[in-house]
């Protein structure tokens, strides 16, 4: 959700949260975030002397008690009742000796990877409680049974979820190319059971849980397809919006989604951008591509979903095909 926030070093991070909480300004049900060298610090209202910005952020499942423990912020995310700890923190096992106190939290891994491959999997170590990897998240009213050693999932774009599917009308048909365990997809059907909502995903892992979280969410209007977004999008035509969560390489799949969308119809394209061109650069990709499919552009709506690493950002620009 968005927030006010205050934008700080992050060597002075602690300092500063210690000083909002005193204020009462700090608002505890939001995940603090990093943003290169800074910490984002969501607030409830202004404060006098500081940098206040506008951010989307992660509502927090944790308790204070962990940063209080600790004595510093750690760097984790918590899908379910399993947390994951970045990759780069040096303290994960006493990170995760705090966290399993938590009564919420069941496992305790770190990430030993990025996330890397066709499936978009990363390694994780075990560091703390049960030794699994399978968990049941819930999200907008939603329910995803998902093994995060097995497949690709963020709780970060939950925001943006909604948002996609808040764009969506009943009666629509919505493809969604790359849908893993399908967070957008079943978001959508089940906020429309009218609309028809077709998800694809080539990764066996993803499909058996996507079948699964279609089952627990009750759902009859979404129509599953196990392949290659290129081929199985083939046949599927007059599409209202195509959803392209594929930020490293969504360019090589555009043609494809030319090909299912209707006059009109609106693709929600997912890319991963340096600061210094967050937009322009990538909108004249899709230019060039268009114009190769014979199709023309316009530009609805463009914004940074999520920092991704230094200087990088994840973007979405929705666009309309004429």
């Given at each position: 959700m968005?927030?006010?926030?205050?934008?700080?070093?992050?060597?002075d991070?602690?300092?500063?949260?210690?000083?909002?909480?005193?204020?009462?300004?700090?608002?505890?049900?939001?995940?603090?975030?990093?943003?290169?060298?800074?910490?984002?610090?969501?607030?409830?209202?202004?404060?006098?002397?500081y940098d206040?910005?506008?951010?989307?952020?992660?509502?927090?499942?944790?308790d204070?008690?962990?940063?209080?423990a600790?004595?510093?912020?750690?760097?984790?995310?918590?899908?379910?009742?399993?947390a994951?700890?970045?990759?780069?923190?040096s303290?994960?096992?006493?990170i995760?000796?705090?966290?399993?106190?938590?009564?919420?939290?069941?496992?305790?891994?770190?990430?030993?990877?990025s996330?890397?491959?066709?499936?978009?999997?990363r390694?994780?170590?075990?560091?703390?409680?049960?030794?699994?990897?399978?968990?049941l998240?819930?999200?907008?009213?939603?329910?995803?049974?998902?093994d995060?050693?097995?497949?690709y999932?963020?709780?970060?774009?939950?925001?943006?979820?909604?948002?996609?599917?808040?764009?969506?009308?009943g009666?629509?048909?919505v493809?969604?190319?790359?849908?893993?365990?399908?967070?957008?997809?079943?978001l959508i059907a089940?906020?429309?059971?009218?609309a028809?909502?077709?998800?694809?995903?080539?990764?066996?892992?993803?499909?058996?849980?996507?079948?699964?979280?279609?089952?627990?969410?009750?759902?009859?209007?979404?129509?599953?397809?196990?392949?290659?977004a290129?081929?199985?999008?083939?046949?599927?035509?007059?599409?209202?919006?195509?959803?392209m969560?594929?930020?490293?390489?969504?360019?090589?799949?555009?043609?494809?989604?030319?090909?299912?969308?209707?006059?009109g119809?609106?693709?929600?394209?997912?890319?991963?951008?340096?600061?210094?061109?967050?937009f322009d650069?990538?909108?004249?990709?899709?230019?060039?591509?268009?114009?190769?499919?014979?199709?023309s552009?316009?530009?609805?709506?463009?914004?940074?979903?999520?920092?991704?690493?230094?200087?990088?950002?994840?973007?979405?620009i929705?666009?309309?095909?004429?």
């Amino acid at each position: 959700m968005e927030s006010l926030c205050i934008i700080v070093p992050k060597k002075d991070g602690e300092k500063t949260r210690q000083k909002l909480i005193e204020l009462g300004a700090i608002d505890k049900n939001l995940k603090i975030k990093s943003d290169g060298e800074y910490l984002l610090i969501p607030i409830i209202r202004q404060v006098e002397g500081y940098d206040v910005g506008k951010e989307d952020f992660e509502i927090l499942i944790k308790d204070e008690s962990v940063v209080d423990a600790l004595g510093f912020i750690p760097a984790y995310e918590i899908v379910g009742d399993i947390a994951i700890i970045d990759q780069y923190e040096s303290d994960a096992q006493q990170i995760a000796d705090v966290m399993i106190r938590n009564k919420k939290i069941k496992t305790v891994l770190q990430a030993a990877s990025s996330v890397t491959g066709e499936y978009r999997t990363r390694e994780l170590t075990f560091l703390a409680g049960e030794k699994r990897t399978e968990t049941l998240y819930r999200e907008n009213g939603c329910r995803y049974l998902l093994d995060v050693a097995k497949v690709y999932f963020t709780p970060r774009l939950a925001t943006e979820r909604m948002r996609i599917a808040e764009q969506v009308k009943g009666g629509d048909k919505v493809v969604d190319m790359f849908a893993g365990v399908g967070p957008f997809s079943v978001l959508i059907a089940k906020k429309f059971p009218g609309a028809q909502v077709i998800a694809i995903d080539k990764n066996p892992d993803a499909i058996k849980y996507l079948r699964e979280n279609v089952r627990l969410n009750k759902l009859h209007n979404v129509s599953i397809r196990e392949g290659d977004a290129r081929e199985e999008i083939k046949g599927i035509s007059e599409a209202d919006h195509v959803i392209m969560n594929l930020p490293h390489s969504g360019l090589e799949f555009l043609d494809a989604a030319f090909g299912a969308i209707k006059k009109g119809g609106v693709i929600h394209f997912y890319a991963i951008a340096h600061e210094d061109d967050l937009f322009d650069g990538l909108f004249r990709k899709i230019e060039e591509s268009a114009r190769l499919a014979n199709v023309s552009v316009i530009p609805l709506d463009r914004r940074i979903v999520r920092p991704y690493a230094p200087y990088q950002y994840n973007v979405c620009i929705d666009f309309q095909v004429t």
